[in-house]
């Protein structure tokens, strides 16, 4: 039994959850990043993360699909750590846009700040930031140090997903110079855009997202690892970050039919966090219209609703 919840019943609700909906075919890939539009899109799978470190797996969960967006995550996880909770609350913010993730009207609404590090502006913003400030390969090697600890496992560059990114990266240019206008960018625009791509571009499974996951629910301890990646005092405002805009526009709907903080990201994985309880993930490539996996976010939703022990119910 771990807090609550036993290993016998989660490992349960996950079984349940993939024979419940592996075969649903709605949604459909990311199209507008030809790297993801080829990914096979049957791929799905569905994992957790105990706070013992035992994984709980079904599926394709070994399956190395593009971080894309919740890489945001680890990288807000890592200027938390360099700058501290105040200074990021200043110089980016922690608030919902209520708009797409890629939004550059967002940016022109609140030019003091481009709100929250876990949509696309604040997160350009945030890789800008990593220290040491000024040099490419030195930042490169903190971020994916810091995702190597919080997942457990080094991750690696997926070449032909940067490579179709960094073609296609017209709109996130924009929003680079923009905040560069708004002084909101704390390094060279151009090569904290690469950096951004670049970090997307990583390739991750739904297993290392659950371990993930489950160090932030275990307060900066990697179960797995057993080691210290982030001070514990961190840990309630990434949390808060992922409740207030882990889904972006949808968040509300999101934590009200779940009530798991999330994040989301179009290449198909979704990584939940339940303070002091687990990490979750899930991975399938169909997206819904606001980009977020179809597949991945109806399973998580079934498991929550069944455990009846979303971050709003009473422990």
């Known amino acids: 039994m771990m807090n609550g919840i036993s290993k016998e019943r989660m490992r349960s609700l996950i079984d349940e959850a993939y024979e419940k909906f592996k075969d649903d075919k709605t949604g459909k890939n990311a199209d507008y990043i030809p790297y993801l539009a080829r ?30 967006s919740v890489s945001k995550v680890m990288t807000a996880i890592l200027i938390l750590e360099q700058y501290g909770a105040d ?55 903190a971020i994916v140090d810091n995702i190597e600890r919080l997942c457990g496992e080094r991750p690696r560059l997926i070449e032909e997903l940067y490579k179709s990114e960094s073609v296609s990266n017209f709109n996130n240019r924009a929003i680079a110079w923009l905040l560069k206008h708004y002084n909101r960018i704390y390094d060279d625009p151009d090569m904290s855009l690469d950096l951004y791509t670049r970090q997307c571009s990583l390739g991750i499974t739904a297993r290392q997202l ?16 057993k080691e210290k990646v982030f001070e514990k005092r961190l840990a309630p405002k990434i949390t808060a970050m ?42 399938a490539p169909p997206l819904d219209g606001s980009g977020n996996s179809v597949k991945a976010q109806k399973a998580l939703r079934y498991i929550m609703n069944k455990l009846e022990t979303g971050i709003y119910n009473s422990f």
Do not use: Q
Request: charged share 15%; with cysteine; glycine share 14%.
């Open 210 to 225: 659950a371990i993930c996951g489950a160090t932030i629910a275990n307060d900066g301890v990697n179960p797995v690892t």
């Open 39 to 68: 990914v096979d899109s049957k791929l799905f799978g569905i994992a957790a993360c105990m706070p013992d470190g035992e994984i709980i797996a079904v599926g394709d969960c070994d399956y190395i699909f593009g971080v894309e």
């Open 242 to 283: 992922l409740a207030a805009v882990g889904f972006y526009e949808h968040t509300g709907d999101w934590m009200f039919t779940s009530g798991l903080p999330a994040k989301t990201g179009v290449g198909g994985g979704i990584m939940g966090v339940l303070p002091g309880r687990f990490g979750i993930a899930a991975f």
């Open 87 to 141: 200074t990021i609350l200043h110089m980016i913010g922690a608030d919902a846009t209520g708009m797409p993730f890629n939004s550059v009207m967002a940016i022109l609404l609140e030019k003091n700040h481009p709100t929250t590090p876990l949509v696309n502006a604040g997160a350009i913003s945030a890789v800008s930031m990593v220290r040491p400030v000024g040099n490419s390969d030195d930042k490169w090697k």
